[in-house]
Nanobody
Framework: VQLQASGGGLVQTGGSRRLSCVASGIVFRLNSMGWYRRTSGNERELVAT???????NYVDSVKGRFTISRDNAKNTVYLQMNSLKSEDTAVYYC?????????WGQGTQVTVSS
């Protein structure tokens, strides 16, 4: 299983950014996908998940600002991030499971600066 995340970078407070994660080695349309993030010195936290039937779930701090979506034809999961805040600064990781084993992308840094 390989997960290739991209789209991170420097963005101003209040701005937007879209992260992408391309998956291989799984039957993508059947897998739930997730985005996590790790801020400096903290544990990795769940940001959003999307199931195979497009049910979504978000951590409270991003509800109304972030949207997770998927394109099964492209084996890609997205995280649209709007109204970004300094506290969203983190390394973002995509995640999935196969046979009960967690797999992680390499992480993509998002830095929100005023």
């Amino acid at each position: 299983v390989q997960l290739q995340a991209s789209g991170g970078g420097l963005v101003q407070t209040g701005g937007s950014r879209r992260l992408s994660c391309v998956a291989s080695g799984i039957v993508f349309r059947l897998n739930s996908m997730g985005w996590y993030r790790r801020t400096s010195g903290n544990e990795r936290e769940l940001v959003a998940t999307i199931t195979s039937d497009d049910s979504t779930n978000y951590v409270d701090s991003v509800k109304g600002r972030f949207t997770i979506s998927r394109d099964n034809a492209k084996n890609t999961v997205y995280l649209q991030m709007n109204s970004l805040k300094s506290e969203d600064t983190a390394v973002y990781y995509c995640n999935t499971k196969k046979y009960g084993v967690n797999y992680w992308g390499q992480g993509t840094q998002v830095t929100v600066s005023s």
